[in-house]
């Protein structure tokens, strides 16, 4: 084993890198229900109120062994949409929430070598599909882009596998945007963010200044212009959401160029995080025909490595990767540590803000109910969801929670 790849276990058993990538976005072009990586603004909150009364346990109601990977589940009306892998090959089934019935499935041959360093997560997929205007979009590991109808799960088109991959596996989640549908193809020092005709395939705009990293686009609209911001391989970037212009760019990378944390936008400011490197917020501003982002705050305690932040508020709510994973609040305006758990939350957590409540999701296959306050942790209710680590991020729509975990979708009443 070389010594890159010794340093690189030495990072949370190497590997999990790569699994929630897969990002505020801003406009709507998936429906109000689940249907995307992070739900239906792409920023792990939804309007849909949790119970007032937590039970002392939930009910479950259905399970299904669906195969492997980190892939999240969507769900789009009655309809749960989840990609896994059996043996060689990438599956994406529809599911009924109500009874768990499989209603149609695609499945096509993906083979592919997992990075030494990443074995114990497995081959994947590890990006969540986004469903739209009643076509689903899946993003395999080894890269291959798929839209299916919804409905049928008819194949209306599908890309080869490119050439190069990012070392660890595609894991950014594909983001529908009306007409087009958004991925970062390609890999190591060799990739195109890509603006892909959601009804053909055929490409509409290409950036080719990075290769892609395991984080997932968003869109956000500022100053009047529709900004796609994600993190890429070894930068922060924004381009035009229109044409694929770039708008602006500043260097960014973490050890073993892990970027793998979702941005998330308030107005005009622009959150991010990766392994070992803080939290950071820059304010994005034009500056005559430029676009500048200015340092805002950052904070050097609390960096995250996989774990995607949540706002609430005026406090942003994440999970540090410090102290085997603990939990923290931050002011917004500032950057200011407000709590931090003591630790030992898991290696990572799916967090959902829910108007009065946080559901947070661990690696430890717990669901933590908390209040989202600034002032302390404050956790209502700790159930056990799964009964093997969950890496994916859950989805919550119409009083249920559907979660995957190694290998079952499972399905909890709300």
Same mark, same amino acid.
């Given at each position: 084993m070389s010594q890159r790849t010794i340093r690189t276990v030495t990072y949370f058993r190497g590997a999990a890198l790569i699994v929630l990538m897969g990002t505020v976005t801003l406009a709507q072009s998936a429906t109000s229900e689940w249907s995307q990586w992070r739900g239906p603004h792409r920023d792990g909150t939804v309007t849909t109120t949790p119970p007032a009364n937590w039970p002392a346990t939930l009910t479950k109601r259905w399970e299904l062994t669906v195969g492997a990977g980190h892939s999240s589940p969507v769900v789009a009306g009655d309809r749960v949409v989840v990609q896994a892998r059996q043996g060689e090959r990438e599956i994406t089934r529809a599911i009924a929430l109500s009874t768990g019935k499989e209603l149609w499935r695609d499945e096509y041959a993906a083979p592919y070598t997992v990075n030494p360093a990443a074995r114990a997560h497995g081959p994947g997929p590890k990006s969540t599909p986004a469903v739209a205007n009643g076509r689903v979009f899946t993003f395999g590991i080894a890269g291959v882009l798929s839209a299916l109808d919804l409905k049928t799960g008819k194949l209306l088109w599908r890309t080869p596998p490119p050439a190069v991959l990012p070392e660890f596996g595609t894991a950014m989640s594909p983001l529908?945007?009306?007409?087009?549908?958004?991925?970062?193809?390609?890999?190591?020092?060799?990739?195109?963010?890509?603006? *892909?005709?959601?009804?053909?395939?055929?490409?509409?705009?290409?950036?080719?200044? $990075?290769?892609? =990293?395991?984080?997932?686009?968003?869109? #956000?609209?500022?100053?009047?212009?529709?900004?796609?911001?994600?993190?890429?391989?070894?930068?922060?970037?924004?381009?035009? #959401?229109? $044409?694929?212009?770039?708008?602006?760019?500043?260097? *960014?990378?973490?050890?073993? /160029?892990?970027?793998?944390?979702?941005?998330?936008?308030?107005? $005009?400011?622009?959150?991010?995080?990766?392994? $070992?490197?803080?939290?950071? =917020?820059?304010?994005?501003?034009?500056?005559?025909?430029?676009?500048?982002?200015?340092? #805002?705050?950052?904070? /050097?305690?609390?960096?995250?490595?996989?774990?995607?932040?949540v706002v609430n508020g005026t406090t942003l709510y994440g999970l540090s990767h410090r102290n085997r994973g603990q939990f923290f609040a931050l002011d917004l305006t500032t950057g200011k540590t407000l709590w931090t758990t003591q630790g030992r939350e898991g290696e990572n957590a799916s967090l959902i803000s829910a108007g009065s409540f946080m559901l947070l999701t661990t690696t430890n296959s717990e669901l933590i109910v908390a209040r989202p306050n600034p002032a302390k942790f404050e956790e209502l209710r700790r159930y056990t969801v799964a009964d093997s680590p969950v890496w994916a991020h859950p989805a919550l729509a119409r009083r249920a929670l559907l979660v995957k975990d190694a290998d079952k979708l499972i399905c909890w009443s709300m």
């Open positions: 529908a945007d009306g007409a087009l549908v958004i991925a970062h193809v390609g890999g190591m020092n060799n990739g195109a963010l890509t603006a *892909f005709d959601a009804a053909t395939g055929a490409p509409r705009w290409r950036w080719t200044g $990075d290769g892609p =990293a395991y984080a997932s686009p968003v869109i #956000a609209t500022i100053g009047g212009t529709r900004h796609v911001i994600t993190q890429t391989q070894k930068s922060m970037v924004s381009v035009n #959401a229109a $044409d694929g212009t770039l708008l602006w760019q500043t260097p *960014f990378s973490t050890p073993y /160029e892990q970027n793998s944390v979702t941005p998330v936008v308030r107005g $005009d400011l622009v959150i991010y995080s990766g392994l $070992d490197q803080g939290v950071t =917020a820059v304010r994005l501003a034009r500056k005559g025909n430029q676009w500048v982002a200015s340092p #805002a705050w950052k904070n /050097e305690q609390l960096p995250m490595y996989m774990s995607s932040p």
